[in-house]
């Protein structure tokens, strides 16, 4: 799969929060997004998976040649999209097991195989990242912590194979074990078939998962990109140095205040 | 079969009613309150939302009780995996299935005439004094319209320290038009007994029934009783009940009740808690849509120590739909270390929908812990965003929610309606 993100604008509730996003992401790639608190990263993500709250208000998403704008969310994930959300919603009444084999059904339903192994896969998943098999019989999210919820999300993108996952901020909050196994997940289906778009505000999950790209986000746009180093370089600088090279002088005075 | 008119013939209705004497002079002592009695009006709390006044009961007929039922030999029997079943057809017992082990269940009628036995005879003993009770107790004209019009009743009757194995299924059901069914369930555990009963309320899918149901419960010290009432009646129709339950020492009341049919519905249901230590769980399922009118109330009455009760009642409006949930905690003087809570949501799922949901407290007690909680509103976007983005189309994610919604409250319920509650909360979401 292949996503070509041209001039996105995008806004919320009349704000203006993308300005002119340009991107290139496919398949059998991982890329990092980092950028400081309020730089839109957020937004992207919920954009690129067709939240109806957000506003394309310029730009396109070209997957493989077709725009994506006028697709729903479910379209997109039928083509292979993925978001692993920041903050997993709880759905009361709705067991795991009930909302996966579902998932599942919908993913693959060109293939007869599509439910055949699915609970073996659903154990087998559970077990490589360290989840309760009770978990299958819970409500989704409900009660979950923030650590078991985010596995959650690890555990549906193992199963649901996406052509291209964008991962918001998935690692926030996490403590060191939880990230591990998260990194294991993304680890484990890194191949040419499966791509990634890690959104991170911290260096940390990159020790663990070695991205191809990373990009700089500042002010809805992306500023810079470039590989690995780039990451360390902001870990020696820190985001002062985003904003020292690409914001406008205003913006560093603003910041000091 | 004859038809009488449901109010202007009912002292000549009575009178060709079968059954022994004192079940004669309960019906007669309801009627003579009935008959000095007006329909409730708005200008009473409980029926402030719930306007009778367009009702013209009279014109509703009532089918002779003594006429034996040429639908009987069609009764569908259920499936289900009941110790024992009691069918009813458009008022008249048509027959039973099952053994109840030492258990009573049967029809009042067939019991009393059967006669024999200490055990049925002081099985119908106490139902007649809960009949008694209940025609006393009842502080609205349909609740005594039901006592004056009950032919017979079914009777499940469990004797101390006897826990039933498997539950009793009472069917109720009915395809007259224009007619009225009062339909009577009692149910009596004594001390340490355990029960799992349900009761169904049906109809054909047409024919305009009004059914005026009741329900007396009296749960003994330390005994468990689970009772689900389901109403699945035509979206013609109009339902009535008015169910009680006496609540003894350390006893456990789990009862939940799903509305989930009927043009019309009024349902009251009171939990007196009379013994120390007791545990009640009410829990409610109701959905309503078109232009129909859903007015539950629960009633938890503490006048005992250190009883506990719940009440869980969720409810769903779609189209023009209004439904009301009344939820009443009254802690009476000698009721300290009273927990008790009621939780009401709703959702909306038309604009033109209302759901309205008024808890209210009476306490008179110091040392209790009492709450409630309702939400109502909309579907939550950001779950259909997240359930979309998973692949499920936007109707998909919404009949997902909605049964969602009711889930926990259907677990509780006797497992042979699960599927049968799922199937008709989904036949509301997409009907």
């Known amino acids: 799969m292949k996503i070509e993100i041209h001039g996105l604008r ?7 929060i993308l300005n002119g996003i340009d991107l290139e992401l496919e398949s059998g790639q991982i890329h990092a997004l980092m950028g400081p608190n309020g730089s839109g990263k957020s937004t992207l993500s919920n954009v690129i998976m067709g939240h109806p709250s957000y506003q394309v208000t310029g730009g396109d998403i070209v997957v493989d040649g077709e725009s994506i704008l006028e697709m729903e969310a479910d379209e997109r994930a039928r083509l292979g999209l993925f ?3 920041q903050y997993p919603v709880e759905i009361p009444g709705v067991t795991v097991g009930r909302f996966l084999k579902r998932a599942n059904e919908i993913r693959f339903a060109d293939k007869a195989t599509a439910t055949k192994g699915f609970v073996k896969e659903l154990r087998a998943g559970m077990d490589f990242l360290e989840m309760d098999q009770q978990f299958i019989n819970r409500y989704l999210n409900e009660g979950f912590s923030g650590g078991e919820k985010k596995r959650m999300e690890i555990l549906q993108m193992l199963l649901l194979k996406p052509s291209f996952a964008v991962m918001d901020e998935t690692d926030s909050g996490l403590d060191i074990d939880a990230l591990k196994v998260v990194a294991k997940g993304i680890n484990k289906l890194r191949d040419p078939s499966f791509g990634a778009l890690i959104i991170t505000h911290y260096q940390r999950i990159l020790d ?7 990009h700089i986000m500042y002010k809805g746009r992306v500023v810079t990109s470039g590989d690995e180093s780039l990451v360390h370089t902001l870990e020696a600088e820190g985001y002062d140095w985003v904003r020292q090279q690409f914001g406008s002088p205003d913006d560093v005075l603003e910041e000091a205040r | ?9 009912l002292a000549a209705y009575q009178e060709s009613l079968p059954g022994p004497g004192w079940l004669g002079d309960v019906r007669r002592r309801a009627r003579d309150r009935f008959e000095r009695m007006q329909w409730p009006t708005t200008s009473e709390e409980e029926w402030r939302r719930t306007n009778l006044s367009a009702f013209e009961f009279d014109s509703y007929r009532v089918i002779d009780g003594t006429s034996s039922d040429d639908g009987s030999g069609d009764v569908q029997r259920d499936g289900g995996s009941w110790a024992r079943q009691l069918h009813y057809h458009n008022g008249v017992f048509t027959g039973s299935e099952g053994d109840a082990g030492g258990a009573i269940v049967d029809d009042l009628i067939a019991l009393a005439d059967a006669g024999s036995g200490a055990h049925c005879e002081s099985a119908v003993a106490s139902v007649r004094s809960v009949l008694e009770a209940a025609v006393d107790r009842a502080d609205n004209r349909i609740e005594l319209w039901n006592l004056a019009l009950m032919s017979s009743a079914a009777v499940v009757y469990v004797p101390r320290n006897l826990a039933m194995d498997g539950a009793v299924l009472v069917e109720v059901n009915a395809d007259a038009d224009e007619a009225v069914v009062a339909p009577q369930v009692v149910v009596i555990l004594e001390e ?9 309320c049906r109809s054909s899918e047409e024919g305009e029934l009004l059914v005026a149901g009741a329900e007396q419960l009296v749960v003994g010290a330390n005994a468990r009783l689970r009772l689900t009432l389901l109403q699945r009646l035509n979206d013609d129709s109009l339902y009535f009940h008015h169910g009680h339950a006496e609540i003894g020492r350390d006893a456990v009341l789990h009862r939940s009740e799903a509305a989930l049919g009927s043009d019309f519905v009024k349902t009251r249901f009171t939990s007196d808690i009379s013994g120390a230590g007791a545990d009640v769980d009410l829990n409610g399922i109701y959905f309503a849509l078109g232009e129909q009118h859903m007015d539950l109330r629960t009633v938890q009455n503490h006048r005992a120590a250190r009883a506990t009760s719940r009440a869980y009642y969720r409810g769903a409006v779609r189209d023009e739909a209004h439904s009301i949930y009344q939820g009443l905690i009254s802690v009476a003087p000698g009721a300290p270390g009273t927990d008790a809570y009621l939780t009401n949501k709703n959702l909306i799922l038309s604009e033109a929908a209302r759901a309205d949901s008024i808890p209210s407290l009476n306490i008179r007690t110091d040392d209790v812990r009492c709450s409630h909680g309702s939400t109502t509103g909309k579907l939550d976007p950001s779950q259909v965003f997240y359930l979309q983005s998973r692949g499920y189309s936007l ?5 997902l929610l909605v049964q969602g919604h009711f889930e926990d409250l259907i677990a509780q319920t006797n497992e042979s309606l699960h599927d049968e509650l799922r199937e008709l909360i989904a036949r509301r979401i997409d009907g």
């Open chain 1, 83 to 85: 978001l692993a959300f």
């Open chain 2, 1 to 9: 079969m004859s038809l009488q008119r449901a109010v202007a013939d």
């Open chain 1, 10 to 16: 995008a806004s919320i509730d009349g704000q203006q």
């Open chain 1, 208 to 214: 663990y998962v070695k991205p191809d790209r990373v």
């Open chain 2, 395 to 399: 109707n998909e994610a919404r009949r």
């Open chain 2, 192 to 200: 340490g007994a355990q029960a799992d009963v349900v009761v169904r």
